[in-house]
């Protein structure tokens, strides 16, 4: 007896079996029934894909991120600062890898840098497998197209002559323990500006680390502030360490001088006051007089008219127009604006103590190291490594999720790669004397031919030795002589 089994095409065009029945006709049917249905969903996908890319990113993605609120923040920046534009008009199902080809040629050509396309290449990515998680399009056309390589660029740790130097520059007994805390402990920013003194046993001298805080964009904080404490530090979980004994006891007198109660920050910002107007440090007139300007005429340093005339930006004439701008505003002319002062609850602001306190100090302790909050994080992860710590200790510290991040401040130690010069000299030297041997003996062997003598093993040495005692003969003439030279 005939049994008709029946096949259709699903959404991906593979075959698949709908049934096997006793008779073609309804072998067919079922078959026909099948494929309907998948039309059926290829149709609701072709509705659903005509959408723009502006509608399904502001009316389904975004609204239905769970994220935090700072990377809710980052991810709108992203958007409509290098995506939006290229593709808000484009339909969902016209995105097509070879768009995505050109919008990066387009980035490339405003100058962005491998490593940031890799990044807003990554959003885009992330924003069409939502789109095909909820059947707007079939597939991601991202995963087709490849970019760039980004090379991983080595650390520059600094030293700890270096971290000497610069801490010694830095302009307040604060700023100086807050830095010293930071590459003691390694804490992030968030982490280490959120510390108070209850976060401190000073009986045991462990710390730990059981928050962070986050700055945001007034419109991403629920509450519609600027800072956000979260329960909580970057890796979700509770890290508690020993730090420094002489650490601890300079936090501790910190806290007593201050008066600080056990809820209270450890470190916080203080609002710029009014200040007095400043003085010149110098009488003009024994500053001299600028170059010439396009007209050629010449003013005196340290007065408004060169600064606005002759153009001159030393410090006496930035001073001197810095004074006449005080004097204005203290006489209410000029519209006279407030001191400005960062929107804060107490918490530093990241961007105020870079540029206030950590850049006028690198540029005064004159190291060739660029020094932010986050690199006395990579050079307590070295320093640790260096001097002998255990990886996974140092990953712990870190709050690392992953030890091969921690991997990586092994590479930024020179002990590797002095062992390595070390090696290759000694071979080369080896080399050297294994081939003067080889020449001595064949110079025997031609000596043994020429007059039926040979030489010796001891003849081979001492003759290495006079050869040595020639080369080092000429170099010290050679020394003299270009000594004399100059």
Not at 18 to 27: D, R, S
Not at 100 to 128: C, D, F, P, Y
Not at 261 to 266: M, T
């Amino acid at each position: 007896m005939k049994r008709y089994t029946a096949y259709y095409l699903d959404s991906r065009g593979d075959e698949r079996s709908a049934g096997t029945f006793g008779k073609k006709k309804e072998a067919d049917k079922a078959w026909q029934r099948a494929e309907g249905k998948v039309s059926e969903g290829r149709g609701g996908q072709l509705i659903r894909g005509r959408q723009t890319f502006k509608t399904y990113v502001e009316e389904k993605w975004l609204p239905n991120l769970s994220v935090e609120q700072s990377t809710l923040e980052g991810y709108t920046y992203v958007l409509y600062a290098h995506i939006m534009d290229y593709f808000e008009t484009s339909r969902m199902m016209d995105i097509y890898a070879n768009n995505i080809r050109e919008w990066i040629k387009t980035l490339k050509s405003n100058g962005m840098t491998a490593a940031n396309i890799q990044h807003v290449k990554t959003q885009l990515s992330s924003i069409l497998t939502s789109a095909v998680k909820d059947e707007v399009i079939v597939g991601n056309p991202c995963l087709l197209v490849d970019i760039d390589p980004v090379p991983l660029k080595p650390l520059r740790i600094v030293t700890p002559e270096e971290f000497d130097i610069f801490h010694a520059a830095l302009p307040d007994e604060m700023s100086k323990l807050l830095v010293e805390t930071g590459i003691e402990t390694g804490c992030r920013w968030g982490e280490l500006s959120e510390l108070r003194p209850k976060d401190f046993d000073f009986d045991t001298c462990v710390v730990t680390i059981s928050r962070a805080v986050v700055q945001l964009v007034r419109k991403f904080h629920p509450e519609g502030k600027r800072f956000l404490v979260k329960e909580y530090p970057k890796d979700k979980e509770f890290r508690y360490f020993k730090v420094n004994r002489a650490l601890c006891r300079r936090i501790q007198v910190h806290i007593e001088k201050n008066g600080l109660a056990d809820d209270d920050l450890l470190f916080w910002y203080v609002p710029k006051q009014e200040a007095e107007l400043p003085a010149l440090d110098a009488d003009p007139k024994t500053l001299g007089k600028t170059k010439p300007n396009e007209k050629g005429r010449t003013y005196q340093h340290g007065t408004t008219s060169a600064y606005t005339a002759a153009k001159c930006r030393c410090d006496h004439c930035k001073k001197a127009m810095a004074i006449y701008r005080a004097k204005r505003r203290a006489e209410g002319k000029d519209q006279p604006r407030k001191v400005r002062n960062w929107d804060t609850d107490g918490h530093i602001p990241k961007r105020w103590f870079r540029d206030r306190i950590l850049r006028p100090a690198l540029k005064k302790s004159g190291i060739a190291v660029d020094i932010a909050m986050h690199k006395l994080r990579h050079a307590h992860a070295s320093w640790a490594l260096k001097g002998g710590a255990d990886l996974h200790i140092v990953k712990e510290r870190l709050g690392h999720a992953n030890i091969s991040t921690t991997e990586r401040y092994l590479h930024a130690m020179d002990e590797g790669d002095e062992t390595a010069l070390e090696a290759i000299e000694s071979f080369r030297q080896s080399q050297r004397s294994k081939g003067r041997t080889q020449a001595l003996v064949q110079i025997g062997t031609v000596d043994e031919q020429s007059h039926q003598g040979a030489m010796t093993t001891e003849q081979v040495l001492e003759e290495m030795k006079r050869i040595d005692q020639l080369q080092a003969h000429l170099r010290d003439q050679l020394s003299q002589s270009l000594s004399s030279g100059a």
